[in-house]
C-alpha cells in the first residue's frame, strides 16, 4: 500500500477543493491507505486574536482568500457572498477538528473524511458556524455515523489527544501549510495542487516503491450475434427470464 498522510483543517479554504480531487485519486487508483491528519490554522481563537488583532477583524480577512480558493475549487461551491452576511465570528479550528478525529477513531479514516467533508460543507457552502457545538452535532447526524457513539468519542480526552499529536506530526514533518500530502514519509505535495499533478506525483512514487496502484480495467468485449438470447438476470430484486 502506498501510504498518503493528508494534512488539513476544517476552517481551511484551499482543503476544501483538495478534498474533493483525493477522493477523485481514491475511486481511480488501488492499493492506497489515506491517513487523515489534523492540522489548526486557528486552533483556539486567542491564535486569531494574535494573528489578527481581534476575532472579529478575521473573517474579513479570510473571505478574500475564499475567493482565491473559489477559483482553485473545480466545483466553485464557496457561497462568499452568503458567508459575509452571517453574524457570527470566524469559527476556529479546534471543535471541527476533534469532531472530525472522533468519527476517526470509531470508523477509521473513511468516517473521518464523511465528518470532514460535511463540516467543510457546513461552513464553505451553507455557511454555519462549524465551532458551535450545535451546529457540530446537526451536521454530524447529517452523515452515517452512529450519532450517540460519535458524541461518547468526541467528548473522551484521548480524542482531543489524538488531534494534538497529529499537530506535533505537522511540527516533526516542518509542514507549514494545509493542505499537505506527505507520501510514504518520503515526499511532500504542499497546496491545492492540480488533479493531474497529484496523480503524477503518486504514480511517480509508486513506481519507486514498486507498488501497483493502477486498477484493473473492465474488458471491453466486442459482441458476436445479436444479443437476443434467452437468459436469466436480476432487475431491480427481480428475477427476470426472458
Known amino acids: 500500500m502506498l501510504e498518503i498522510e493528508f494534512f488539513h483543517d476544517v476552517i481551511c479554504s484551499f482543503c476544501f477543493p483538495m478534498s474533493n480531487r483525493m477522493r477523485k485519486v481514491m475511486d481511480k487508483y488501488q492499493n492506497l491507505d ?3 491528519r489534523s492540522f489548526a490554522l486557528g486552533w483556539e481563537v486567542e491564535h486569531f486574536e494574535q494573528m489578527f488583532g481581534s476575532h472579529e477583524a478575521v473573517k474579513p480577512e479570510v473571505l478574500n482568500h475564499w475567493d482565491a480558493a473559489k477559483q482553485n475549487d473545480d466545483e466553485h461551491c464557496f457561497n462568499i457572498e452568503g458567508m459575509s452576511q452571517t453574524d ?3 469559527p476556529h479550528s479546534q471543535p471541527g477538528l476533534i469532531a472530525a478525529k472522533a468519527a476517526g477513531l470509531i470508523g477509521g479514516d473513511s ?3 464523511e465528518v470532514f467533508d460535511k ?3 457546513g461552513l464553505f457552502v ?12 446537526d451536521l454530524v447526524k ?30 516533526v514533518y516542518g509542514i507549514q501549510g494545509a493542505p499537505a500530502l506527505v507520501i510514504d514519509k518520503k515526499y511532500l505535495i ?10 503524477q506525483a503518486l504514480e511517480q512514487a509508486a513506481q519507486e516503491a514498486n507498488i501497483n496502484i493502477t486498477k484493473p480495467t473492465t474488458p471491453q468485449f466486442q459482441v458476436l450475434g445479436d444479443n437476443t438470447g434467452a437468459s436469466c438476470r436480476v432487475e431491480n430484486g ?3 427470464c426472458d
Not at 455557511?127 to 452535532?137: F, H, K, M, Y
Not at 460519535?150 to 480524542?159: C, I, M, S, V
Open 190 to 199: 504542499s497546496g491545492a495542487q492540480p488533479q493531474e499533478l497529484i496523480e
Open 34 to 36: 489515506i491517513q487523515h
Open 142 to 171: 447529517e452523515t452515517s455515523i452512529d450519532f450517540d457513539s460519535w458524541k461518547k468519542q468526541a467528548t473522551n480526552d484521548e480524542t482531543k489527544q489524538a488531534v494534538l499529536n497529529d499537530l506535533a506530526l505537522v511540527n
Open 238 to 240: 427481480t428475477w427476470i
Open 88 to 90: 457570527f465570528n470566524f
Open 111 to 113: 468516517m473521518y473524511w
Open 119 to 121: 463540516l467543510q460543507e
Open 126 to 137: 451553507r455557511n454555519l458556524n462549524i465551532a458551535d457545538q450545535n451546529v457540530i452535532d
